[in-house]
């Protein structure tokens, strides 16, 4: 009976003595793997830094020490978590797996929409020892000649003649398609432009518009028709005679870019008309042009004011196309290339700022209209 | 099927909606066929004919080549040639004799030749890889013309940008949608105080464009010694990625059916296990719909690159790389089609092979700028 006694209490005091061992080993290894894993990372970071190793082989360690870095250090965080009582994992486990989401969302967006407002306040220094000037910075964004024309471009050329050439050719390809047996291999060649990138486009198109002295043969398609036809050769984008309307040669790409979007939205739009709606339409003696416009455009008029307004924002913002076509000159600078002209070229911050902050609350309405629209069509 | 095959009888004209149809295709093709064969052609070829001329076409052609000085001819006064009488100027823009052939002076007015050609049917078929070979070398290029000169043309080296634009294309697809998943499954699935407040912060933050957000990081980065490494631009593009990565998965992973999710809880299984095991496998169509959006949109984007890796030629992208060779070299076409095509090819190949995901994705919303 004692001895028995005495084994059980021995039992009792190893298995506490396994469970205090267990208990240091275990904060020990979680202080550890997160160490280790920072050396790593860092050793990672440093070698991906000097960049001096072969290409492919850098890419490779990029890759995993990218990809890898980000899943381990979910991993470690949440396996320490797990370690921690019951009732303390339920409250921190939330805050890992949004924690990263915010911290990033609030260091790349949250905060530097206040600092980019605070800086518009400054001149060319910013907030980094420049002087306050309260609002002039956006007098001048109003004032400037060449903000002028940036205005004039992104409203008139890119939002009232961009888009709706958009959104016209997407439906007209959308319609077209729907009704022939070669759909699929239309709408895909249409929409591959959306797989080139504008700097590729822009590469298409200055070939297009290329223009060799007069005599010489003309190496560019358009000026080859255009000389074909008994007129000079034509610089057209960097055409300063003709401007503004040189802009619409830098249209005409994005055009070309952006119409597969449109017609795939309305692709799908126009499959869920249903059909005997247009077929009691026809019976009542309806004819075709009258089905489009009384029943086809109402039903998909979600989907026309979801992508027209998506394009528009597209296009308040654009960048890429214009900056490599004309690198903003000729008449041709947008919002977006004048805000990089004078962030990045000129440095000046503040004023650079306060064309961002412009260009900020342009985008606001159409985007809250947009995102409504879309959270009515519930297309997810 | 059925309502196809009533929609196909009801066509008055099959044949005119094809044949618009066709014809919008054909203008739409038109401008990257062209790139697609200049960039096989021959570089001085590319420079003095237009890329149709491969298909056949009509064209002066020299049949006969006389030299001025043994005919005893006078460049400085009215030469009389093949029936034709003009002065230098005139012969150099060719004149056409009354038999119906061109008379032209090639080279200048001392050591040219005399051409005398006729129209005939022509193809520019001279195809050659050498134009991507310099792209991607990066070395010097000899030419030999014609007439025996020797140009040297340095190359591009292509290919390293092509391996540093992998390197920041897949881990700036990957980590943003790993992140935002973890994110969505956390608005959907798990109750912490502040939810609703912060994925409507989530939500308002799709308004921000990323111009914003440029200066202020770029000074951080500077700050952090950061500039012109892979980790900042993953971190930029994951950042200006994420509201949309996380909206889009929050709508997907939380409308997964909760009775799945319940049972698994049940046996025992910790939220992490949960999210690993079930909603990771459940939402690979959405997660496969933005991975394929937002590759195409890193692997093609210029703005970031230029201002994240803008200072480390080491590291350029495709895009900065081909909008270097627009600026510097914009005259190059032989360089400047090839290299336009080798960025377009990965795309275009994740696109054409994944098609049917991306389109899902566009309807789903994953339109950003």
Redesign the interface.
Known sequence: MHYMEMEQHEERALSAGIRVLTFVFRIALAIAIPIIAFLVLYAGFLFLRAGNAPKWLITVVAIVWGVGGVAALYWIFNWIIEMLPKQWTGRLQPFVFIGPAMAILTWYLAVPTVRTLAISLFDRDGLAGGNFVGLSNYLAVFTDRLMREAFRNNIFMWILIATPLTVVFGLLVAILADRSRFERVAKSLIFMPMAISFVGASVIWNFIYEVKPAGSAQIGLLNAIAVGLGSKPIAWAAHTAISPWNNLFLVIIVVWLQAGFAMVLFSAALKGIPEEILEAARVDGATEVQAFFKIMIPYIMGTIITVTTTIIIFTLKIFDVVWVMTGGQFGTGVIATQFYRQSFIARNAGYGSAIAIVLLIAVIPVMIYNLRQFRQQEAF | MT?KT???QR?RG?LF??G???L??LV?????I??FV?SFRERFE???????TIFPHREWVNVATIDPREQGLDATGLMEVEGVTATFEELR?GVESPSGKRIQWVGNRRIGRIEVQERQWAVNWSFTLGNYKQVLQGKDFEYRHADGTVEVIPGDDF??AL??S??VA??ST??PI???A??A???AW???PG?RL?FI???A?????L???????L??YAKLKLNG???AI???H???G??LA?Y?LF??ISGLPRETLESAFIDGA???TV?LKLILPLSVPALASFAIFQF?WV?????VAL?FLGG?P??EV??MR??GI?GDR?QD?HL??S??FV??LL??A???SL?RYF?RG????S?K?
């Open positions: 309502i009533s929609r196909m066509l099959p909606v094809n618009i149809l066709a919008l295709v739409w093709m038109i401008p990257t062209g790139l200049s590319l420079q003095t004919s237009g890329w149709w823009e290919s390293s391996f540093n992998i390197a897949i881990p990957v980590i790993l992140i935002a973890f994110a499954y956390g608005f798990m109750k912490f939810r912060l912060l989530v939500v933050l799709l308004v921000i464009p111009q914003i957000a440029l200066v202020p990081i000074s951080d490494t892979f980790l993953w971190l930029a994951t950042g200006f994420l509201p996380t889009l709508n997907y910790s939220h992490f999210f195409l692997w093609n984007d210029y703005l201002i480390n080491n590291f495709v895009t081909l909008a627009v914009g076409w400047l089609t290299a336009a960025t377009m795309p275009l994740v696109f054409f098609q389109v566009l309807l789903a919303g339109v700028g």
